[in-house]
């Protein structure tokens, strides 16, 4: 791991709250601001979701599944999840 000092804060969450899935499904929300990825060991939301957009349907989130990969957003905004590949 990178020296915690020299990390921006996302950087440091990233590096701490690890997702359950890997970024190699292809969706967009990978490496946007808005997407919460599914923890590693969580028990919600179901483990058919990579994750949720806190954007798109606030409060409600909209939950990604797996196997419909997302490849454009209306609300994509770049942001850093990570600064390493799962």
């Not at 994750?51 to 942001?79: A, L, R, S």
Request: proline share 7%; aromatic share 18%; net charge positive.
């Amino acid at each position: 791991m990178a020296d915690a000092k020299q990390l921006t804060p996302a950087e440091f969450l990233a590096t701490v709250l690890v997702p359950q899935y890997s970024r190699d499904s292809g969706h967009i929300c990978w490496d946007c601001k808005h997407f919460k990825p599914v923890l590693k060991g969580s028990k919600f939301p179901p483990t058919d979701t990579i994750g949720w957009c806190t954007m798109i349907h606030w409060p409600f989130y909209w939950c990604v599944t797996d196997f419909n990969v997302v490849k454009k957003c209306y609300t994509f905004e770049k942001g850093v999840y990570s600064t390493k590949k799962f």
